[in-house]
């Protein structure tokens, strides 16, 4: 889990829906939004759709894997969004791509 300073609130989150802007990075597994804040280190949100993993333990251990893997991304004082695709159905393909993603080469 993140520090307090480090999640978004849900306050915070609603600033990103109502303008129904396009997410600025989107794949198959999941969609980004990310907007500059005025803090010195980044904030996190991660949004799971009980469409997605209709268990809420799945949905929790989804977010902590999610979770550990964004503590280590560097620092451009933005707040960002992640948000599961509905597609994903099981914790298990949540854990096989962010295996897949922490492995794959960087660029």
Not at 32 to 59: E, F, G, M
Request: proline residues 8%; aromatic residues 12%; glycine residues 0%.
């Amino acid at each position: 889990m993140l520090p307090r300073k480090q999640r978004l609130s849900r306050l915070e989150i609603a600033r990103f829906f109502p303008l129904r802007t396009p997410p600025r990075f989107t794949c198959a597994w999941f969609d980004l939004w990310a907007q500059p804040n005025s803090t010195n280190h980044n904030r996190y949100a991660i949004v799971i759709p009980n469409k997605t993993l209709t268990r809420a333990v799945d949905r929790a251990y989804s977010r902590r894997r999610i979770y550990a893997l964004v503590r280590n991304w560097p620092n451009y004082r933005e707040d960002r969004l992640i948000r599961l695709k509905p597609h994903i159905r099981s914790r298990q393909q949540v854990k096989n791509f962010l295996t897949g993603f922490v492995a794959a080469p960087k660029l």
